[in-house]
Structure formats: structure tokens, C-alpha cells
């Protein structure tokens, strides 16, 4: 996804879960089972296993029980507690990670995701400044979910991961904030965690679920296309040096 922030100025991102945009996937469904390549293998071909992208391909789900085989549905997102409870959740060595976070102290540690959609290392780069330069000033370590190995200019208190177990993040005793994208996930289990939020919503459902937030009293809302200097760090002092939110968070993880 090239430019998430251009593409969300524009309103191309927030468009995407409207009544027309489900139209449109609709009609994408249709081509897709209408095309010839399909039809030959869902006409010749046997497997002894399916496996499948869940996010946003439904309708490729129906086809599973035509080939008679095993399915696996693979997803880019962590499985949210209830799921990974019950089934268990395969999360690979976090090598150094636990080290970066268990040494960050009594100040703690941000952990700042853009989830899996859209790519961090595609924001523009005065963009990818105003964050770099505002963790530079903080007492806080910064855990940065981001899409390439190395940063040039990196703060001694940011670290980069290309793929972070975020249910094991959150649920870190020395988290102090989460930077989302806002989507519904991310929320959820911020609220499970007891972890306050600064919401940077991009497209779709994330505004709505940032506003909820923010009106339930665990997060801030900072429009990323709106983003400088002086506007995030006011909002992530406020959510660090108000105890109230890491409060209300911490009383809606108790429901």
C-alpha cells in the first residue's frame, strides 16, 4: 500500500468498508469465480490441502468444501485471546526483544504498530521525522512495528521490528502506551491488556473504533494526515502523566 498517509488524505482508505466498497467487492467475487484459470482447477485438480488468506477473501471460503481436503486459513494478525486461549497461538523466538523491554524500567516502554495492512516504511518521510523526532525526546523506550531491518538515524531508545507478537507486548508489565492504527483487534486487546491507546486511524472501521475509545476515556485520537511535532507528543505526554487513562483502562480489563 503505497502511501497510506496521501492515500487517506485523499480518502481513498476511509472509503473502503462503505456500502459501495462492499459492492465493489461483491462484483470482485464474481469476476474471480467467473475466471477461466479457476474454473479449470476447480474442475481437474485435487489437493490434500487448501490453504487460504482469510482477510477479506470470503469468497474464497465456499470452494473449500469442494476439494474435500484439510483447509488451513492463515491471517497476517495475531489471533485475538479468546482464540489463541482455546487453540493456542504459535509465536516465534522473540530473540532480544524481551531484554529491550524488561530493562526499560520504571519509565516503561511505547509500543507503536500500524498493523498489517498498512506498511510504516511507506509513510512520507517528514512524516516518519515528526515520530522519530518526538521519541528521541522521551524518557520512554519505543517498540516500532516497521517493515525494514535498519533506520539510519534511530534514537537509542527505538527499536525496529519487522513482526512483533503483540498480544505478548501488550501484556508486558512495563507497556505504558499503544500507538495503533486503531483497528478493531488492536482495540480489543489494548482493552483486555489495560493498556491506554493513542489512536492514528487510516481507513475503514478505525476512526470509529479511536472515537469509541477515546469517549470511554483509555485513548487519544491524533489524525495522522493533521500529524507535526507539537500535536503527538502533547498527546502522548497527556496519556503518560494523566493517570486517569492507564486508570480506565485498567478498570475496563477487569469486566
Same mark, same amino acid.
Given at each position: 500500500?503505497?502511501?497510506?498517509?496521501?492515500?487517506?488524505?485523499?480518502?481513498?482508505?476511509?472509503?473502503?468498508?462503505?456500502?459501495?466498497?462492499?459492492?465493489?467487492?461483491?462484483?470482485?467475487?464474481?469476476?474471480?469465480?467467473?475466471?477461466?484459470?479457476?474454473?479449470?482447477?476447480?474442475?481437474?485438480?485435487?489437493?490434500?490441502?487448501?490453504?487460504? =488468506?482469510? +482477510? *477479506?477473501?470470503?469468497?474464497?471460503?465456499?470452494?473449500?468444501?469442494? $476439494?474435500?481436503?484439510? /483447509? &488451513?486459513?492463515?491471517?497476517?494478525?495475531?489471533?485475538?485471546?479468546?482464540?489463541?486461549?482455546?487453540?493456542?497461538?504459535?509465536?516465534?523466538?522473540?530473540?532480544?526483544? =524481551?531484554? +529491550? *523491554?524488561?530493562?526499560?524500567?520504571?519509565?516503561?516502554?511505547?509500543? $507503536?504498530?500500524?498493523? /498489517? &495492512?498498512?506498511?510504516?516504511?511507506?509513510?512520507?518521510?517528514?512524516?516518519?521525522?515528526?515520530?522519530?523526532?518526538?521519541?528521541?525526546?522521551?524518557?520512554?523506550?519505543?517498540?516500532?512495528?516497521?517493515?525494514?531491518?535498519?533506520?539510519?538515524?534511530?534514537?537509542?531508545?527505538?527499536?525496529? /521490528?519487522?513482526?512483533?507478537?503483540?498480544?505478548?507486548?501488550?501484556?508486558?508489565?512495563?507497556?505504558?502506551?499503544?500507538?495503533?492504527?486503531?483497528?478493531?483487534?488492536?482495540?480489543?486487546?489494548?482493552?483486555?491488556?489495560?493498556?491506554?491507546?493513542?489512536?492514528?486511524?487510516?481507513?475503514?472501521?478505525?476512526?470509529?473504533?479511536?472515537?469509541?475509545?477515546?469517549?470511554?476515556?483509555?485513548?487519544?485520537?491524533?489524525?495522522?494526515?493533521?500529524?507535526?511535532?507539537?500535536?503527538?507528543?502533547?498527546?502522548?505526554?497527556?496519556?503518560?502523566?494523566?493517570?486517569?487513562?492507564?486508570?480506565?483502562?485498567?478498570?475496563?480489563?477487569?469486566?
Amino acid at each position: 500500500m503505497p502511501d497510506p498517509v496521501r492515500a487517506t488524505k485523499n480518502g481513498m482508505l476511509r472509503a473502503m468498508m462503505n456500502t459501495s466498497s462492499m459492492e465493489h467487492m461483491h462484483k470482485a467475487c464474481i469476476k474471480v469465480h467467473e475466471n477461466p484459470q479457476l474454473q479449470q482447477v476447480l474442475k481437474n485438480e485435487k489437493f490434500d490441502l487448501v490453504i487460504i =488468506d482469510i +482477510f *477479506l477473501n470470503y469468497c474464497v471460503l465456499g470452494m473449500i468444501p469442494h $476439494f474435500e481436503a484439510p /483447509s &488451513i486459513l492463515l491471517s497476517t494478525m495475531g489471533a485475538p485471546s479468546m482464540l489463541s486461549t482455546a487453540f493456542g497461538n504459535r509465536l516465534p523466538p522473540s530473540f532480544d526483544l =524481551d531484554n +529491550f *523491554l524488561s530493562d526499560s524500567g520504571k519509565d516503561g516502554f511505547i509500543f $507503536f504498530s500500524l498493523g /498489517s &495492512i498498512v506498511k510504516a516504511k511507506d509513510m512520507p518521510e517528514n512524516y516518519r521525522k515528526v515520530f522519530l523526532n518526538v521519541f528521541s525526546r522521551l524518557k520512554q523506550r519505543v517498540i516500532w512495528k516497521w517493515e525494514t531491518e535498519t533506520m539510519p538515524d534511530l534514537p537509542p531508545n527505538v527499536k525496529l /521490528s519487522k513482526w512483533l507478537p503483540q498480544q505478548d507486548v501488550l501484556g508486558h508489565p512495563n507497556i505504558r502506551l499503544f500507538m495503533t492504527h486503531g483497528g478493531l483487534l488492536s482495540t480489543q486487546e489494548s482493552v483486555y491488556h489495560g493498556v491506554p491507546v493513542l489512536g492514528l486511524p487510516v481507513f475503514g472501521d478505525q476512526d470509529l473504533n479511536v472515537m469509541q475509545a477515546e469517549r470511554g476515556g483509555y485513548a487519544k485520537m491524533v489524525e495522522i494526515v493533521d500529524i507535526t511535532e507539537e500535536r503527538l507528543e502533547s498527546a502522548i505526554l497527556e496519556l503518560l502523566n494523566n493517570p486517569t487513562y492507564a486508570q480506565k483502562a485498567q478498570a475496563l480489563s477487569k469486566l
